[in-house]
T-cell receptor, first 112, second 115 residues
């Protein structure tokens, strides 16, 4: 089978740094993506790692280690608007169906 | 561009009724998919399509049918609704679906309740 594990919820204060982890049990995928979802609305794309290492996009960074089956999303200088759910996802190759598989999501609460 | 649109936004059905959830995109994307989202369950893939005329099953396909007669449209059909199908349904599309940098664009969702 294939699964992605994330913490169900994380709490942090405004201005702090928070890391949301994603561990997976799947093989043969293109890379690890991260999506943000506010209040049950449409998920939106945040970041993607095709290769091992760190990818930085403004206040958000994402990391992947295929050897450790592990990735994380790092949010810096937290703002109240960052309170949302965050999902990691892997995209299976086209010859394995090209399916995008999501983790169960982490609800981030940012406190003043 | 309107992006990915879904109709209706809300729907209440009785057990056994049938209905079709509509999804359309105007970005000429090849890859389209349907997810359902239940509390604590994340997004689960129901069906997907890699192009017009091609569909395949995802993780939770039972009780749902799809077709893809055009690039733009990817309707999801519930043949005989059951309370277990109460959920929020999201449609998504991407250019090709074959690479991780191929961003998935999600519609606003359809909130379905089956009584």
């Amino acid at each position: 089978g294939q699964s992605l594990e994330q913490p169900s919820e994380v709490t942090a204060v405004e201005g702090a740094i928070v890391q949301i982890n994603c561990t997976y049990q799947t093989s043969g995928f293109y890379g690890l993506s991260w999506y943000q979802q506010h209040d049950g609305g449409a998920p939106t794309f945040l970041s993607y790692n095709a290769l091992d290492g760190l990818e930085e996009t403004g206040r958000f960074s994402s990391f992947l280690s295929r050897s450790d089956s592990y990735g994380y999303l790092l949010l810096q200088e937290l703002q109240m608007k960052d309170s949302a759910s965050y999902f990691c996802a892997v995209l299976k190759p086209y010859n394995q169906g090209g399916k995008l598989i999501f983790g169960q999501g982490t609800e981030l609460s940012v406190k003043p | 561009n309107a992006g990915v649109t879904q109709t209706p936004k809300f729907q209440v059905l009785k057990t056994g009724q049938s209905m079709t959830l509509q999804c359309a995109q105007d970005m000429n994307h090849e890859y389209m998919s349907w997810y359902r989202q239940d509390p604590g369950m994340g997004l689960r893939l129901i069906h997907y399509s890699v192009g017009a005329g091609i569909t395949d099953q995802g993780e939770v396909p039972n009780g749902y049918n799809v077709s893809r007669s055009t690039t733009e449209d990817f309707p999801l059909r519930l043949l005989s609704a059951a309370p277990s199908q109460t959920s929020v349904y999201f449609c998504a599309s991407s250019l090709t679906g074959t690479g991780g940098t191929d961003t998935q664009y999600f519609g606003p969702g359809t909130r379905l309740t089956v009584l």
